[in-house]
């Protein structure tokens, strides 16, 4: 018995709710394939499909024998998979849905470097604040972990940031300066909000006390759906607004920016890449993945853990 291909008809059958389904999609016999995995379980010595004329189901060992099987396989057809690419330069599309700001400040600055390593790999990125509902259609979905997933979805996180108060120094001139949270209620607050998320007063999260979380509640002079908008207007010295560390550092690296509020910050998430499955996951997908991981640490990295140059 080819125990490998005995595993993987077993899977096959499994995904495809039937042996003559199975049967079609692996090229095989259907006689070929019910004596796969009649031989598997007679290998094992244990039932791992229920027959019925209607339906298949697994069986309590079936299930637990499933679920290794699948680790195995994809452990194997990755293996097969960086080994080929060796022998030939990686090639073909890497399809990334990306929330906006992700893929202004992440995506976008990380393609040239990859490209220069990777000619003949393209990209193709989606920009969009529903980034969640398409995850099946892409090969890459970036996320924070604060947004809602459905069920099934794969998760690698990235990277952790954090969210901090910013200003220009043009504004914090005219304004002063200002630390406690309660102080926003005297200033002008610049503010993203989603389609369908009410609004909601500002959340302050501790920097050293992630325990101590207060709220205020701010009525913005903008409101806007566009990260990119209220970054703009912030840097343009129209008020204050939060901003994801990746975003903020290179801008108070030049001085464009300044953090306020400190210790306070916004928030602290993790970004996530998110797969529809785990199986076939090609190698131009893992390496961009990679390379954007490489990005996201550099990018948040040479200032303080209080955001500062």
């Known amino acids: ?9 077993f899977e096959q059958v499994v995904v495809e709710n039937g ?7 692996l090229g095989l016999a259907p006689s070929a ?3 796969l995995v009649r031989d598997l379980e007679d290998y094992l010595g244990v039932r791992l499909l229920q027959r019925s004329t209607r339906r298949l189901a697994l069986t309590p060992a079936g299930e637990a024998y499933l679920d290794r099987v699948r680790g195995i396989l994809i452990d194997i057809d990755d293996a097969a998979e960086a080994v080929n690419s060796h022998a030939r330069e990686m090639s073909g599309s890497v399809r990334v849905a990306s929330l906006p700001g992700m893929a202004t400040h992440l995506v976008a600055p990380a393609v040239a470097e990859f490209r220069r390593l990777h000619p003949k790999v393209t990209i193709e990125l989606h920009s969009d604040v529903l980034a969640y509902r398409g995850i099946e259609e892409h090969d890459i979905t970036l996320l924070t972990d604060h947004v809602p997933l459905p069920a ?19 504004y914090v001139r005219r304004h002063g300066a200002l630390h406690a949270p309660q102080e926003l209620l005297e200033h002008a607050f610049v503010r993203v909000m989603l389609p369908g998320l009410p609004s909601s007063p500002v959340r302050f999260v501790h920097e050293k006390e992630p325990d101590r979380i207060e ?12 990260h990119e908008a209220v970054l703009r207007s912030t840097v343009e010295g129209a008020g204050i607004s939060s901003q994801v560390m990746q975003v903020a550092a290179p801008l108070l690296r030049a001085g464009r920016l300044q953090r306020v509020l400190a210790p306070w910050l916004a928030e602290r998430f993790t970004l996530l890449a998110c797969f529809a499955s785990r199986r076939h996951v090609p190698t131009r997908t893992r390496a961009f993945l990679d390379h ?5 640490t550099l990018a948040q990295g040479g200032l303080s853990p209080g955001g500062h140059p």
């Open 152 to 170: 099934g979805a794969v998760v690698r996180p990235l990277v952790s940031s954090e969210s901090i108060f910013c200003a220009s120094p043009d």
């Open 1 to 9: 018995m080819d125990r490998l291909q005995s595993m993987r008809v």
């Open 33 to 35: 394939v019910t004596r």
């Open 215 to 226: 709220e205020v509640a701010v009525a913005p002079v903008l409101c806007c759906n566009d």
């Open 19 to 25: 042996f003559a389904a199975g049967a079609r999609k």
């Open 292 to 296: 954007l991981v490489r990005h996201a």
